[in-house]
């Protein structure tokens, strides 16, 4: 049996490393899935749209005009991806993010759906993202019924939130679809006016010397001399409209993403917690001689915590309350530290306090579990916070210092701490089903891996991993719990934090290239809110989600905003497919949201070197793809 973990490895390998006895299996598979009614399909059916490329030859670059045939069917959320020969496994990853932004705008259940890609290829040629928004279009046409207009080709990559990227190669692709009869040509946004450089072969007797031209291409201009019109297309909705005459309904985002609910359920918290560290900090004055300053700038966040509570930033107190209770705790006991005798037998007794601490903080989740599994908004959370804390105590034992070690503890301890106050956030009596969220759990994961290798991917072809590393990095991690959570059956974890390992590394692939970021940032903040109302309308108050989109409010890292917004609208689009009926307790959701506040920052004012940062409460880490095994059956049989 192929554990979790091992999908990840096999997707991370290159395909020649599987066994004969592998390529066995999963061309077993996919024989089964091809000849099972369900997932049958007819190769006449779907919808062809035209993929343009760009390639370089001994003259230059130059463009080919390709087709590709999309098949949506009813399935179990595999996605199969048939070229010959082998292509580059950007254009796979493309492939897989075309089918969950064409789930994600079309509301279908990528679970319950496999897609097929069927592309012509004749040469290895087709490389680069420049495919996905082509394949996302016909993707969507199919599962509309929707009939492509003649003499439109595009090019653009597809991000996560359904913008259309920048490719390059653009004039070449042009070239080529003119001549083909093309009428229409569709470029991504901020690519009407391009930049090219072109190599001229200069002989000087029998020297043979290649001088580079760089030249402002204007491809409205080129586009007429080819009776060609090039347009540009912001997002997919644009294209879909373009190719197909087909105008796909756009929500308008809420004025409001604050409920009366959601105030409700974060009051008693942020209370709690600012009250907890209130207690905290006079016990601090009183027995300690060190950190005189420190303890002046928990003053000075105590006082804004309560201004945010009197704002009701309810979720934003409770972060500042966190961020001081961390502090004290790591003061208070590097105080006692210093005052004993026997330090490395306080150290030890610390270890083990603090191994109590989240020994019975994971024992609190198997308990609140046992009479089924309510909110997994809230037990996600929990879930996660354990495995935090497991790490964090792991990681003291291989500090370098003495104050490492205390600090690595104490931030150790609030995870734990925090594990009982995400328990007492659920609020709702629906109960789900533990075998479908164990199905969910494993799909969820096997997406954020290939997601994560395709940003790598990509990224690093680009040459734009400056200013995106850390999100690709801050995605392995979150990947690497999930899989931990998985594995233990802490299946609602292991979707939060898979689909914040989704969300940190498609949030990369969305910057790419892109310099306008107040727009994309506005433009997160209103598909969150419009997820956050469809949850909403069905009943369902995803505290998470608008606590991520609190959270990202009080940013200031333009780039670390939009990731929390993208991640508070695919928790709120998660909580609305896993939970499939409503509570009653949920009757007053539907009330008119509180209007749209501004939150202020909860930057802190830089603490002492010897105190540990705390990131925050942050909420555990869209619609998706998976079939993995599946991708790579399919590769293998036709390869073969």
Known sequence: MIKLWDYKKIFQHNRDTLSNSMRLVLAITLFILLTTPASAINIDEGVTIPIIAAYSTMEGETGVLLNATVIVTEGNGHVFVDTQPYTQVDLQGSARMATLVASDITGIDPTRHDFYFIIEVTSPIVSGPSAGAALTVAAIADIEDWQLIDGVVMTGMINPDGSIGPVGGIPYKLDAAAQHGTSLFIVPEGQINVVITENTIVRKGDIVAVEEKTIEVDLVERGQELNVEVVEAITIEDAVELFTGHEIHRSEPPIGVWSA????????????????????????????????????????????????????????????????????????????????????????????????????????????????????????????????????????????????????????????????????????????????????????????????????????????????????????????????????????????????????????????????????????????????????????????????????????????????????????????????????????????????????????????????????????????????????????????
């Not at 601490?357 to 009479?371: A, C, D």
């Not at 990224?459 to 594995?487: C, T």
Request: glycine share 6%; aromatic share 8%.
């Open 261 to 640: 609910e959601y105030l409700d359920v974060l009051r008693p918290l942020g209370r709690n917690v600012l009250d907890e560290a209130n207690q905290l900090y006079l016990v601090a004055v009183n027995e300690t001689t060190q950190f005189s300053s420190t303890l002046e700038v928990q003053n000075v966040l105590l006082d804004r915590g309560q201004e945010q509570y009197d704002e009701q930033q309810y979720y934003a107190a409770t972060n500042t309350g966190l961020l001081i209770l961390n502090n004290l705790k790591f003061i208070l006991w590097w105080e006692e530290y210093s005052n004993t005798k026997d330090q490395d037998e306080y150290l030890n007794d610390l270890y083990q306090t603090v191994n109590l601490e989240i020994n019975h903080s994971r024992q609190e989740v198997e308990r609140f579990k046992e009479e089924g599994l309510k909110d997994v908004d809230g037990v996600g959370a929990a879930e996660i916070r354990v495995v935090m804390a497991e790490q964090l105590l792991e990681d003291a034992r291989s500090t370098e210092t003495e104050i490492d070690y205390v600090k690595t503890l104490a931030l150790a301890s609030m995870r734990a701490e925090t594990v009982l106050w995400w328990l007492s956030l659920v609020n709702t009596d629906h109960t789900t089903d533990d075998g479908m969220l164990k199905d969910r759990a494993g799909w969820y994961v096997g997406t954020a891996s290939s997601v994560v290798t395709y940003a790598r991917t990509i990224i690093s072809e680009s040459d734009s991993m400056h200013g995106l590393s850390g999100l690709l990095d801050e995605a392995d991690v979150s990947l690497d719990r999930a899989v931990i959570e998985y594995e233990r059956g802490y299946y609602s974890g292991a979707i939060y934090d898979s689909l914040l390992a989704y969300v940190q590394a498609s949030t990369a692939i969305s910057l790419m290239g892109y310099s306008d970021v107040g727009t994309k940032i506005q433009r997160s903040a209103n598909a969150a809110r419009v997820s956050i109302e469809e949850s909403r309308n069905a009943g369902i108050e995803p505290v998470l989600a608008v606590s991520a989109y609190e959270y990202a409010d009080s940013l200031e890292s333009p780039s670390q905003q939009i990731m929390e917004y993208n991640y508070a609208r695919v928790l709120a689009k998660t909580t609305l497919q896993l939970t499939t009926t409503s509570n009653v307790s949920h009757s007053a959701v539907s009330a008119t949201p509180i209007p749209l506040k501004t939150v202020c920052p909860t930057q802190t004012p830089t603490p002492a070197p010897d105190v540990p940062a705390w990131d925050g409460l942050d909420v555990p880490g869209i619609s998706i793809i998976s079939g993995i095994l599946g991708v790579f059956a399919a590769m293998i049989l036709l390869r073969r």
